[in-house]
């Protein structure tokens, strides 16, 4: 029998949704039946009516073509979402729809674009990409991923990171952090997709939507996570050049170039 | 032929010798040459007078460019190309040297090249190329297009670098739209698929989002060639009221037909009167597929059958050209730059005509990260072996019976294929790109 129905928002699957991203919706609706829910997964385009009593929002990264096509439907919905944000809906935004829910975007020309400022951050664009395989210390252990942007992201005085970096660059090429956690709401850089090789962080979104779904606590199951266990710990290792038992592994890879580790 | 770039065969051909003695890359002797001469390529391309053709688009080139130059060959005429597929611009001149005297005189009517979207604007910055043939745009190696919209941009360029006419995807809006802004000043043809197996075109293309209204293509006309399969080997190649088909090609799959199609009408436009539809058919059959394009090796007296995979659009339709015919399945993933550094795509496949046969063997760098997607689309993955070598031995040992089949990443082949070389006495192979 069902625990309970979970609706999951998938934010303008059509523009924003390259590299993977729609993996992370794949991941969250095949754990939540595999947590006993039903999981009711609906799209929501530019100009949709904006869906009733979402449980959990997803949203990805885009073309800078597909990002200027959504940016007057997230403006209609702007209230609408930093009063979910505040009231605690869980919420994942990669890349370009982690962007729009910051502060602003300053283009390399100076135009500021501003955005939702569910998170106290702001982005300057820049000629240069940051790309590459990433690790992190999170609250939700190692987690692995790839980042591709141009942007270079600050966090306001107070806003907490999503992440410490361990390889990779994150939000910019300085200080160490990556994304930005705000409530239940979640931005981050990574793609992967994050969510299948990263399970702590799925089920942890998964349980602020169940509780919120149903007014009862989180009821998990046991869920075997082997593969992406494996996937991870090998990334983590390969990328940090740090073996399980904490020696360092003796050969370098060409992938280490222009990596740089935290501070 | 200015003395400099006599002076640059000499010095390129020297390097081809040291570089075949010491079996090194394809690109070296071109890098040699253009040293000596940097307009190498515009002074021996100039002699060329029946065409300059630039293949290019994410998917498809080197089995369309081998079609082409096949096709015109077939109608007399001598062509020139970049057969070992290294398909950058040095990679063209160190192909040009061997078909040089040392007066630097390349013997032939026209030039077919393959060069990927960012070397061939490259090229055509140099060489304006007569023709172009544009395949399509999808996502693949971003780390060094970063965005689809740029490779669109640079497709756009090529075309704009172009002097007589291109022949476009008519299903690949990125492609179809370049034909506004140079359709006044080139000729224009397109190749597509016929009405009666549009509905297979979602999952060969990617959405162009980049205006407000949806992109409407044109209505193909006479010259446009369009495909029309008969069934899954055979098809038809129809030009408003004329035919080239029966065709039935070497290589299986819906991308190899298309790709066919694309040079056809290609050399169509190209031979103008000359072209046969009989001598076309003909020489389409008798095109082998290129390495790693469905390439077939005999181990233990069943065949091997090796599929590059590269992004989405070419997995999705490799698995719907296979699916038909389930066999014992290996997937290698790699994540070297070659392969693209980022796996994230695979979320973008569907592995569901998978599921009933499973998978045997997940291996390569990113075994792990492959079996997972597997996972998420329920296809039941046997065994995991990261080590290649070690997950193809097992793989063929537990299979010995049966047709066998591996969908790999391209340093995951070209590693297993020596492997397979070494071991079945395989004729040698050029690495291609």
Known sequence: MSKGVIRVVHLYPREMSIYGDLGNTRALAARIRRHGYQAEVVGHDPGDPFPDDPHLLLGGGGQDSGQLRVEEDLDRNADRLRTLAADGVPMLMICGMYQLFGNAFITVEGTRLPGLGILDVTTQGNRTRMIGPVVLDTEFGDVVGYENH????????????????????????????????????????????????????ADALIGYAAERATGEPFRPEVLDDGLADEARGRQVRRLTGVARNGRREAWSRPWRRGERRAG | MPLRTSAAVL????????????????????????????????????????????????????????????????????????????????????????QIGPSGRLDADLAVLELDEAHALKFAATVRPTHALLLNVAR???????????????????????????????????????????????????????ASIADRLPELREQDVRFGEPFTPPTPGPDDGLLRPRDERAFDIVFGECAVGPVTLQQRGLAAMINATAATTTARLLLGDAFSAQTAADALALVRPPFGRGEVVMVGGQPLELVLVKNPAGFTVALG?????????????????????????????????????????????????IALRLEYDEVPVAHVEPELTAALDAFTAAHPDEPKRIFCTYTAMMALRRTLAARHDLPDFGEEG
């Open chain 2, 140 to 194: 693949d190696q971003l780390d060094r297009f970063a965005e689809i919209d740029h490779t669109a941009r640079l497709l756009a360029g090529l075309a704009r670098h172009t002097t007589d006419g291109v022949v476009l995807n008519l299903d690949d809006d990125f492609v179809a739209r370049i034909a506004d802004d140079e359709g006044d000043r080139l000729t224009v043809r397109y190749f597509g698929v016929h």
């Open chain 2, 11 to 98: 010095a390129g051909k020297t390097a081809r010798v040291a570089s075949r003695m010491r079996g090194g890359g394809s690109a070296l002797p071109g890098l040699v040459a253009e040293k000596v001469d940097p307009q190498f390529l515009r002074h021996t391309l100039s002699q060329v007078t029946g065409g300059i053709v630039v293949v290019s688009g994410t998917n498809g080139k080197t089995t369309t460019t081998k079609m082409l130059v096949a096709l015109l060959r077939a109608h007399g005429r001598t062509v020139f190309t970049n057969p070992t597929g290294s398909n950058f611009t040095r990679g063209v001149v160190s192909s040009m040297l061997p």
């Open chain 2, 321 to 369: 050209t296979y699916g038909s015919s389930p066999v014992a399945t290996m997937i290698a993933v790699n994540d070297n730059d070659a392969d693209g550094r980022d796996v994230s795509w695979l979320y973008d496949v569907s592995f569901e005509s998978l599921r009933e046969r499973g998978v045997a063997w997940t291996s390569g760098i990113r075994a792990y990260d």
């Open chain 1, 150 to 201: 141009s942007g270079s992201t600050t966090l306001g005085p107070g806003q907490a990171p999503f992440g410490r970096v361990r390889a990779g660059y994150g939000n910019n090429p300085d200080d160490g952090t990556e994304g930005a956690r705000t409530a239940n709401v979640v931005g981050s850089y990574l793609h992967g997709p994050i969510l299948p090789a990263n399970p702590r962080l």
